[in-house]
């Protein structure tokens, strides 16, 4: 007997957090139509995980639950969070592994490790931004954090430019 399981199991795990991510955005709203469109791409990334569908399920549920009401739902987007980070991590490893290959779950272990740590500092930071209190900051603190976001471009821009 072989160890591991089959590669598909990375796709039907796309699949599922996915659909889970199609849960969570018809139980805040989005109206069926979206839904349907979701799905349709949803299919096209599991299909084929090194696709810009990728990009698409990821950058979607964003998209819409901006639309869908104005109130807030820190759970849902909490979940949100997990689960598009979860499906970028899985068609990340779904798009090297070959379909019909076998992936031995100790091969996941340090890219689990990983995702949970990257979990815990973002939603540790949503929390930090949940005690923050509310209603209009003043001009120069906006000002200021406009000005640091930039710096911050900038620095990343200078530090990716090829030396030559």
Do not use: N
């Not at 957090?17 to 096209?44: C, I, M, Q, R, T």
């Not at 969070?81 to 019909?100: C, F, Q, R, S």
């Not at 000002?143 to 430019?161: D, E, F, T, Y």
């Amino acid at each position: 007997m072989r160890g591991g399981v089959p590669g598909w199991v990375l796709r039907a795990a796309i699949a599922v957090a996915a659909g889970a991510v199609g849960g969570v955005l018809a139980v805040h709203g989005v109206e069926w139509p979206a839904l349907a469109l979701y799905g349709l791409l949803v299919a096209a990334a599991v299909a084929i995980p090194a696709s810009a569908a990728v990009a698409l399920i990821i950058g979607y549920p964003a998209a819409a639950m901006a639309f869908v009401s104005d109130d807030r739902s820190w759970a849902g987007v909490f979940a949100l969070v997990v689960l598009l980070h979860l499906v970028h991590v899985l068609a990340a490893y779904a798009a090297i592994v070959p379909i019909g290959s076998r992936v031995h779950p100790e091969a996941l272990k340090a890219p689990a490790k990983r995702f949970a740590t990257v979990q815990l500092c973002v939603l540790a930071l949503g929390a930090v931004v949940i005690l923050l209190p509310g209603g209009r900051t003043d001009a120069a603190v906006e000002i200021a954090g406009l000005a640091c976001a930039i710096g911050l471009v900038l620095g990343v821009v200078l530090l990716m430019r090829r030396k030559g």
